[in-house]
């Protein structure tokens, strides 16, 4: 059991007191968990096997799941990336500091404990205050998956980490919620047209308008390059059911369904309009904007478990823009 500390700082002007003992912690080889603008990381030194193999640990996340690589100026790029190509100048140029990863070719200075042993490495630059400062000041850069234990939602407050890892981990930066609330796009261009190969935080539409058309759909072949794909991902305890967009019927059946099996339910509904639907049934409304639903949908699974609910029934949002990333997490927690 780590003694673990847990600081408040500013998301806008973080303290540079605090940043720097944080950064110092990683520069020994400690884990550090730090807001981004799309989840909570838990990170550690890119450049130290042993804190690597600590943080893989402290997760509980297999070891052939290779990390993101984050990065605070283009120019550390070179140790890290063999060869960028244009297309990523390109990207990084347009979408940097922000939610979206570049799969590129590794260097030899990377580990094979980054890359599990793939001779690609994913690399972005976060759009956050606290996790700028934190790279800059350790002055190389920072693994960070997302800061949760393997397999359940990401965290996307301090206090969701804290809830997973508090014992396991040094240090705890809380700069208040997260903006996104999903995890980065991963964007592989190693291959031409380059692929999508986890939906996140960009969405396919913003990036087409910069570099023509991409593929968000590839088989299954090619998403094995994302060894991620291969896990269970985003499920809260209680198993999660989807209704379609509007579909007020289509919830009352599943509740009917389900009343009597289930103890308790909770539903996460935008336009299905207010019903009572049973004593046993929690409902959350969001606003019926996909950012909203993307800020919040993690935090509601994880209230949800911790009241203690069955079943999980969420309502279905259109697959474009953010949605895409949205309906992939539901699909995702939804399979058994
Ligand atoms: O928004 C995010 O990306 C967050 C924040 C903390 O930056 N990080 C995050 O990391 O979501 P993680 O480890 O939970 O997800 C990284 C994903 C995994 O699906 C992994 O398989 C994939 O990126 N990945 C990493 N390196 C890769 C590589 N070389 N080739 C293909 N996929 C890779
Ligand atoms: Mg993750």
Redesign the pocket.
Known sequence: MIDTKYVTVSAEQPDEEVVSEAARVLDRGGLVAFP?E????LGADAFSDSAIRKLFDAKGRPAD????V?IADTTSLTSISASFPEIGLTLARTFWPG?L?L?VQRTDRVSDLV?AG?D???V?M?NHPVALSLIRKLGRGIV???ANISGGP?PTTAHHVYDDLNGRIDFILDAGPTKIGV??T?L?ITLTPPVI??K??LSKEAIEAVVGQIDSDAGSEILK?????RYKHYSPRASIRLVKEGNLEELSRILQDEVGSTKHIGCILHSIPDRHFGPNVIVRRIASDVEQISHMLFDLLREFDKSGVDLIIVEEVEEKGLGMAVMDRLRRGSAS
Not at 225 to 229: A, D, I, V
């Open positions: 981004t799309t989840v909570y990381g799941n290779p990390l993101i984050h939610p990863t799969v890359t793939l690609s490495v994913a972005r976060p960070a998956p997302s990401s995890e980065s991963v592989d190969l986890r996140g935080g390059r994302s060894p991620g794909n």
